[in-house]
């Protein structure tokens, strides 16, 4: 049962920090940063993609969260998929 809520604990910190963490690795409101992490994997989508960054990608769901922040609906999604796993969990052992 612990296990359960931890787990929980922990779905919920990931999707509250998502955007201070990709914020800090330069996924910003105001764009990429500039000699950011987001910077380097921009120009590596970019190359491998003929000089664009494909929509849909890591690089541009990084750079929407960063942007506009965890929506409501994936913040639901994220805790209900966390409390389903949890659930399951309580009938193991």
Known sequence: VLGSYLFAACAAGAVASAPLVLGAAG?????????????????????????????????????SIGAAGVSGATTAAVSGAGAAVGWLAS???
């Open 27 to 63: 996924f910003t409101s105001a764009g990429i940063a500039a000699s950011s992490i987001a910077a380097n994997m921009m120009s590596a989508a970019a190359v491998a993609n003929g000089g664009g960054v494909a929509a849909g990608s890591v690089v541009a769901l990084f750079q």
């Open 91 to 93: 009938f193991i052992s």
